[in-house]
């Protein structure tokens, strides 16, 4: 009747093929139309069929047609005699069919939104994989470039009995003093400590700065040590400490 889109006619005859208690509904729903269209049909008014019938009384009757000369003003369509069956509108019918087409059209829209949120999820993830790509590639280079300038002295910090795989660098320019900690494969550090690093100059400890929290595995610039004969990393607790806490002795390298 004009009612529906295209797109939801395209679906109505899929399920209609598919599911023969639909196609029933549907044949019923147009019969049932159509009864009541033949029952609520509009007569034309008395004086029209008047006019009509003196018209055709007026010619010649050779003109008239042998059926209309028998035909009398009074007469009256047998179909008017006749009792037409008028089908209820069957409501559970039509109800399985709008449930139908409400069932595909939700289905199709929380289909599209599971797919462009897997489609943002996706995405999200792929930039976070990039920038940490990147990111490790910058620390790389800039371990290539310290790597690369005579002036630096890269000291390995291996881990003490208690922490046997740990590993960090320190990078420690002998002309400027600069001193560059990585970190290697240490462990993120607890809530409410950081990272510490000792220069040991003539055999007693000097602060050369905490690693920062949120850098782990990054090149980061520590204080200034002029000299030294070894370096080592203590976890304390953030903010660090004046002199190192021994037991939480974490890596040591001899230069």
Same mark, same amino acid.
């Given at each position: ?161 208690? !922490?046997?795989?740990? $590993? #960090?660098?320190? =990078?420690?320019? /002998?002309?400027?003093? +600069? ?6 494969? &240490? ?35 520590? !204080?200034?040590?002029? $000299? #030294?004969?070894? =370096?080592?990393? /203590?976890?304390?607790? +953030? ?6 806490? &021994? ?9």
């Amino acid at each position: 009747m004009g009612l529906a889109t295209e797109e939801e006619v395209s679906i109505l005859e899929c399920v209609r093929k598919n599911n023969l208690e639909v196609e029933q509904a549907i044949l019923e729903a147009q019969k049932t139309l159509e009864d009541f269209a033949s029952v609520h049909a509009i007569p034309p008014p008395t004086e029209v069929k008047d006019l009509i019938w003196n018209k055709i009384s007026q010619q010649p009757a050779a003109e008239i047609p042998e059926a209309a000369a028998s035909f009398s003003p009074d007469d009256k369509p047998a179909v008017e005699d006749a009792a037409v069956p008028v089908r209820s509108l069957t409501t559970r019918n039509f109800a399985i069919a709008a449930s139908l087409l409400c069932a595909l059209s939700i289905g199709a829209n929380i289909y599209l939104q599971q797919e462009n949120r897997r489609r943002d999820i996706a995405i999200s993830e792929l930039a976070t994989a990039n920038e940490t790509t990147l990111l490790a590639l910058q620390s790389l280079q800039n371990k290539w470039k310290l790597l690369q300038d005579p002036a630096i002295k890269t000291i390995t910090l291996a881990g003490v009995e208690q !922490h046997p795989d740990l $590993k #960090a660098h320190v =990078f420690w320019n /002998t002309k400027t003093t +600069e001193v560059y900690l990585s970190m290697e494969n &240490l462990p993120a550090a607890p809530e409410g400590m950081q990272y510490q690093l000792w220069a040991i100059v003539d055999g007693t400890p000097v602060d050369a700065g905490v690693f920062p929290l949120e850098d782990i595995g990054e090149i980061n610039a520590m !204080h200034r040590i002029e $000299k #030294a004969q070894t =370096f080592a990393i /203590t976890l304390e607790k +953030e903010g660090g400490n004046p002199t190192p806490t &021994l037991s939480q002795l974490y890596v040591i390298g001899n230069i």
